[in-house]
DNA sequence: CAGCATCCTTTATGATACTG
DNA sequence: CAGTATCATAAAGGATGCTG
């Protein structure tokens, strides 16, 4: 569903953004990682929402799209971390802009529920 | 797919924004709209990649979220209208920072065609 | 012109269970 | 611990044709 990155460039660049960040979890765990690596479980107990699967394909994903680093660490039991590339530090301001629209909107919806569809997507 | 804003609020604020602005060409017709109002086939023009249904159901998922407005006018033949809520306008910062990170990721793609996984996602 | 109706395909996301 | 395998489902996005 999402464009492939070289078709959206063909596009606007906007596009290419969002074909990379616009996965569900993609920018919360880009957000989570932005205070430093975490292992795998340590990003799961942060977003309970996601299941394993879902997460271990977000997080594949981003690596290979450059944003994300994967460090296996050769131990048992197993110790993956996860840490951003210098691509991936380059979204802070990306992920500041959004995490503050989102409050404010998110504010604006408990100041009047009846606003939006709210609903109209599933997860 | 995506997640209804209400359960994103509860997970992460820049989930709220992805949910919202995530979808294929949502961006991009922000985008486009920041430069002032625009018809409908306009649009379409400056999305030619999108079809009509698609287009519609992305500007209606922006109206019903309250990023966009939409002027319909009593003439023959149609003339409709698309601009930017107030709070449509507010994503002027979160815009400028997808397309400028956008583009330095198309411009890195172009420098080095073999990273990233570039077409691991069809449209 | 700006859509809507219909039908279709893809794939993102998830539940669940198993493994090195 | 950090996955993988399998199966299932909804919904996103699209093609095409009709219409007020």
Redesign the interface.
């Known amino acids: 569903?999402?464009?492939?990155?070289?078709?959206?460039?063909?596009?606007?660049?906007?596009?290419?953004?969002?074909?990379?960040?616009?996965?569900?979890?993609?920018?919360?765990l880009v957000?989570h990682l932005t205070a430093g690596p975490l292992r795998f479980g340590q990003l799961g107990r942060r977003?309970p929402?996601a299941n394993r699967k879902t997460l271990t394909r977000a997080l594949r994903?981003l690596e290979?799209?450059?944003v994300v680093h994967r460090d296996v660490h050769a131990e048992v039991p197993p110790r993956v971390e996860y840490s951003l590339t210098a691509?991936g530090g380059?979204?802070a301001?990306?992920?500041e802009?959004?995490?503050?629209?989102?409050?404010?909107?998110?504010a604006?919806?408990a100041a009047d529920p009846l606003?939006?569809?709210?609903?109209?997507?599933?997860?």
């Not at 606003?115 to 997860?123: E, I, L």
């Open positions: 569903m999402r464009l492939p990155v070289r078709r959206a460039a063909e596009v606007c660049p906007v596009e290419v953004a969002v074909s990379i960040l616009g996965g569900t979890w993609k920018l919360t957000k977003v929402a994903e290979e799209d450059g691509l380059t979204l301001p990306i992920v802009a959004m995490d503050s629209w989102g409050a404010d909107y998110a604006r919806l606003q939006g569809r709210g609903s109209s997507r599933s997860a």
